[in-house]
């Protein structure tokens, strides 16, 4: 036996006798309680018959059946039930143990067993609730809400014309969108598409859940493809989300919905759907819906044209009335019906009264515009687009790369009516004029031009080429083209200003009147202001050429510039000092950019390449009495109903020289137009206008520059291939069928048919009288035989008559005119812009002196409006 084993209960005293009366009393209690239930168990027998009794098991086991029937079942044995059988059914054992979940069921036969009890199916419905709800949690704790995708915040820049007209949307990636504030959707169009697609969004928590469950069991099955249903998840989807339907983007759609509908500000929410769904024209966002559909601004929508735009966020193939579905006129049909379901919507959700539902029905469907081709940047377009850039870039803290981002409202200087007419001028003339397939010379010819308003410097026209997306180079900006005798002016200005020095010592200047007397000769030996020879690098003289190699002898100023003369205004220049004229022409408005570097002593005949924005820009400061303003592209920038710039706070007027300064130069180009070189530019009308014509050498570029009281333009004609690898201004010996191109010929020409009609309308005005300037000086072989008696004083209108008015630079006239002064005894007509050479040699430009016009490769050059040769010109 185990040591363990529990002992009975030892006798106290008595020794061994005592034991054997223990055990038999024991022994005979066993006997008693086995006989007591044999008995009980024979009387509940209901046959009679007693129960067989088990069999012995031992002394241990008699003895722990008797200590629980003692103990534990003494009041059921005190009331004759005895102790029951451990296993029987009716009152021996413990009932069978119950289980936690009673599938199948027991004690229920057949089918029974398998029909789960109310309390199962309640309690499996709410524990896979509370297992759905868990993992929400879980899922909302852990799941973040992405930042907005790249996509849905890329926006296109929208350009305007001077009179807010939309002019092109450019720039930015590649979606048609214009992201707009809240306060600038309108309250017609927030009302309709609530009403129409979610008329509990101010107010729900951002998710339907029966729309979610539904999309989710119709894409389980194969069905249909279903969106979310709410403005709160087709936002997030727009936003955070791609657009691709399948099950895990609607899990993810639900999860951040309810969190963005938890945190984020409902306007927030209806502000971006609008600006990020799609309403067919390729029109993303509200803003940019307006315009394709009504040509207008989103604030300007009426209830009626909100209320179709709405129906658009619905699918915009079936509503857009020109497009074509099943049947002609079907999508019309569909777009009254959606528009009038709309409106009935306003009125059910309480966003529109009766009355006014019928004076919208009574105005009738807002049919919008036919389709347009997407503005692109053909044409003049691209050009303007990229000069508007330029200036942005260089004058805001709004860098390329933010700009590129898209979503601004440029506000231009440009004048609808006047680009349409300064690209008719010129195409008018080169169409005429041009015959590419009859005669090579034609080809590659190119034009540019600008039109600059005096006083404000506001850029209103330009012609930068034939196409933007063919011909790269703005042709307006910086070509690096020289501008020929067009700088003289300029030359006369310093004169007038600073003065010419005096011989014996320099540090005395006097300023000089326009009736100054210069030798007017050909191939004139040219002087240092000490008139002592100057010689170039190479110790050569220098002999300065006349256009035709004509003598004019003595020669005013004004007379030189009438008929463009060129030895004595590269006297002029000498005695001046090239630097002073250069100084005179920044100061008139033109850049200090890499041509005006070189200040020889030709640079007094136009060897610089200023643009024709620029060049426009410096006349435009005689027009205005001296008063200069640099010339400006863009008036204002937003983006996100926030101004960015605007001209106004950094637009800088000055006074480059005195007003009679100006003047009395403008006088001098008056006569030039007149009775000049720059006949072919006057205007019908008779209106003043003031002018300069330029030829350069070996005929690669022509130019005219000239201005009325209101506007300057400046006309370009060169010769280049810009599709050449390695390019080169080419001669225009030929072109048009003329021997020689002049500032005279074409450029005058586009310039009298532009100003014609971009003056239409405007009023008569003349420029101011000039006052009597300076002291008439002469220049070496100069002066005169007898002592003058009297100056030639400027007048508004000249005395001088030529008496044969030449058309352009190449027709001089050998006969003396009124128009000289009476010591001008070699007055003779002239034009255009002639070679020179060391000792004479007129083919021989020289090398310092004389450089040639400068050859620049394609587009590596163009420098551009706002500088250098990054094409910002600073």
């Not at 687009?385 to 506000?411: F, P, Q």
């Amino acid at each position: 036996m185990s040591e363990h084993r529990r002992k009975p209960p030892q006798p106290q005293g008595g020794g061994r006798a005592a034991a054997r009366r223990a055990a038999q009393q024991q022994s005979s209690g066993r006997r008693a309680a086995r006989g007591s239930a044999r008995g009980s168990a024979s009387a509940a027998s209901p046959s009679g018959v007693p129960e067989q009794e088990p069999p012995y098991q031992g002394r241990a086991a008699a003895r722990r059946a008797a200590q629980r029937g003692g103990r534990r079942r003494a009041p059921e044995a005190a009331a004759g039930g005895g102790r029951r059988s451990r296993g029987g059914a009716g009152g021996g054992g413990r009932p069978p143990k119950k289980r936690f979940i009673d599938y199948p069921r027991a004690g229920k036969d057949g089918a029974r067993r398998w029909v789960p009890s109310w309390r199962l199916v309640l309690g499996s419905c709410l524990g896979f609730i509370a297992f759905v709800l868990g993992l929400s949690g879980i899922a909302l704790a852990y799941v973040d809400v992405p930042d907005p995708q790249k996509l849905s915040q890329v926006q296109k820049n929208v350009y305007y014309w001077s009179d807010d007209k939309p002019m092109v949307v450019a720039g930015g990636g590649e979606l048609n969108r214009q992201i707009v504030p809240f306060s600038d959707i309108p309250k017609s169009m927030q009302n309709a598409v609530v009403s129409a697609e979610n008329a509990s969004f101010w107010t729900d928590s951002g998710v339907d859940p029966m729309g979610i469950a539904r999309a989710v069991v119709k894409m389980a099955m194969g069905g249909e493809t279903q969106s979310g249903s709410t403005i709160t998840q087709q936002y997030v989807k727009n936003t955070f989300l791609n657009q691709e339907q399948t099950l895990k983007r609607k899990i993810t759609e639900l999860f951040i919905s309810i969190k963005v509908g938890g945190s984020v500000d409902k306007r927030e929410i209806l502000r971006g759907y609008l600006n990020t769904a799609y309403y067919g024209r390729g029109a993303y966002g509200i803003q940019a819906a307006s315009r394709a559909y009504y040509n207008k601004d989103c604030t300007d929508l009426t209830t009626g044209e909100s209320a179709f735009l709405s129906s658009l966020l619905n699918g915009p193939n079936l509503y857009d009335p020109y497009v074509t579905t099943e049947s002609e006129g079907a999508n019309l049909k569909r777009a009254k019906a959606r528009w009038s379901w709309t409106l009935d919507r306003e009125v059910e959700t309480g966003h529109l009264s009766k009355a006014e539902r019928a004076g919208i029905a009574k105005e009738g469907f807002p049919r919008p515009r036919p389709p347009k081709k997407a503005m692109d940047l053909r044409g003049q377009k691209g050009y303007l687009v990229d000069l508007a850039n330029n200036y942005i870039t260089a004058n805001t803290n709004i860098s390329e790369a933010e700009l590129k981002k898209g979503g601004y409202a440029i506000h231009t200087t440009f004048d609808r009516k006047k680009m349409g007419q300064l690209t008719k001028a010129v195409e008018k003339v080169s169409k005429k004029a041009l015959k590419p397939e009859q005669r090579a010379v034609d080809k590659y010819v190119q034009f540019g031009g600008a039109s600059v308003e005096p006083g404000t410097g506001k850029i209103v026209a330009m012609y930068g080429g034939k196409d933007a997306t063919e011909h790269y180079t703005n042709n307006a900006d910086y070509t690096g083209v020289q501008v020929g005798s067009t700088f003289k002016p300029f030359v006369l200005a310093a004169a007038m200003d600073k003065g010419v020095r005096d011989p014996k010592n320099p540090a005395i200047r006097t300023p000089v009147s326009p009736n100054s007397m210069y030798n007017g000769d050909n191939k004139l030996r040219l002087l240092n202001y000490d008139r002592t020879v100057w010689h170039d690098k190479d110790g050569n003289e220098w002999h300065q050429a006349n256009d035709g190699n004509e003598d004019k002898g003595r020669i005013s100023l004004r007379t030189a510039m009438q008929f463009s003369v060129n030895t004595p205004y590269i006297q002029l220049g000498m005695d001046v000092g090239p630097e002073v004229v250069k100084q005179e022409a920044i100061a008139a408005g033109l850049r200090d950019d890499n041509s005006m570097a070189r200040t020889t002593p030709t640079f007094s005949l136009g060897t610089s390449a200023p643009s024709a924005i620029r060049l426009a820009g410096a006349y435009a400061t005689f027009a205005a009495s001296g008063q200069q303003t640099d010339p400006y592209s863009v008036e204002s920038v937003t983006k996100d109903g926030v101004e960015r710039f605007n001209h106004k706070d950094v637009a800088k007027t000055k006074q480059a020289f005195d007003p009679n300064i100006a003047n009395n130069v403008t006088d001098v180009l008056k006569n030039v137009v007149k009775k000049g070189t720059g006949t072919a530019a006057q205007l019908p009308d008779g209106r003043e206008a003031a002018g300069k014509t330029g030829t350069t050498d070996d005929n690669k570029s022509a130019w005219f520059a000239g201005y009325t009281k209101q506007l300057a333009t400046t006309i370009g004609m060169w010769r280049v291939n810009d599709q050449a690898k390695s390019q080169k201004f080419l001669k225009m010996y030929g072109v048009g069928g003329e021997e020689k191109i002049h500032g005279a010929s074409f450029p005058s020409q586009i310039w009298r048919d532009y100003m014609m009609e971009a003056m239409k309308g405007k009023p008569m005005e003349s420029f101011p009288q000039p006052q009597p300037i300076g002291k008439v000086v002469y220049g070496e072989s100069a002066s005169p035989t007898p002592t003058p008696t009297k100056t030639e004083e400027p007048s508004k209108e000249p005395s001088d008559e030529p008496s044969e008015s030449p058309s352009d630079d190449s027709s001089p006239s050998a006969t003396p005119t009124e128009t000289c002064s009476p010591w001008d005894l070699g007055c003779k007509d002239n034009g255009g812009q002639g070679n020179g050479g060391p000792s004479g040699d007129p083919g021989d430009p020289g090398d310092e002196p004389s450089p040639p016009v400068t050859e620049t490769p394609g587009g590596d050059d163009d420098g551009g409006f706002f500088g250098g040769p990054d094409g910002i010109d600073n």
